[in-house]
Nanobody, 116 residues
Framework: QVQLVESGGGVVQPGESLRLSCAAS????????MAWYRQIPGKKREVVAR???????EYEDSLQGRFTISRDSAKNTVYLQMNSLKPEDTGIYYC??????????WGQGTQVTVSS
C-alpha cells in the first residue's frame, strides 16, 4: 500500500506561483511513474504532468513552459512548480503513483485557487 500526501495548494493571484509536493509512504516495491492530475470545475480529471523513475517527463501540451514536474526518488516525493498561474488553473490537484508491480494510487487532492 502507498499513501500519497499532497501539500502546497492555496489561493494566489494571477501571475503568481505555487509549488505542490506529494510524498509517498507505506509498504511498496518501488514507484515507477508519479504524476499530477487536476480536476477543474465542470471538467473531467486531466493529466498535468508525469515523470518516470528514470526522470523522463511529459506534460499536457498547453501547460508545458509554465509547469515543471520534478522528483526526488530517494524521498519518494514528486513536485509540481506552477508559474504564471491563471484563473483557469483553479481546481483540485491530485497526486498519482504507479508502482513497478502496476498498482495505482491517488492522493486526496489539494485545492489551487487563482483569483484576483
Amino acid at each position: 500500500q502507498v499513501q500519497l500526501v499532497e501539500s502546497g495548494g492555496g489561493v494566489v493571484q494571477p501571475g503568481e506561483s505555487l509549488r505542490l509536493s506529494c510524498a509517498a509512504s507505506g509498504r511498496f516495491l518501488s514507484i515507477n511513474v508519479m504524476a499530477w492530475y487536476r480536476q477543474i470545475p465542470g471538467k473531467k480529471r486531466e493529466v498535468v504532468a508525469r515523470i518516470s523513475s528514470n526522470g523522463d517527463s511529459e506534460y499536457e501540451d498547453s501547460l508545458q513552459g509554465r509547469f515543471t514536474i520534478s522528483r526526488d526518488s530517494a524521498k519518494n516525493t514528486v513536485y509540481l512548480q506552477m508559474n504564471s498561474l491563471k484563473p483557469e488553473d483553479t481546481g483540485i490537484y491530485y497526486c498519482y503513483a504507479m508502482t513497478h508491480d502496476l498498482y495505482n494510487y491517488w492522493g486526496q487532492g489539494t485545492q489551487v485557487t487563482v483569483s484576483s
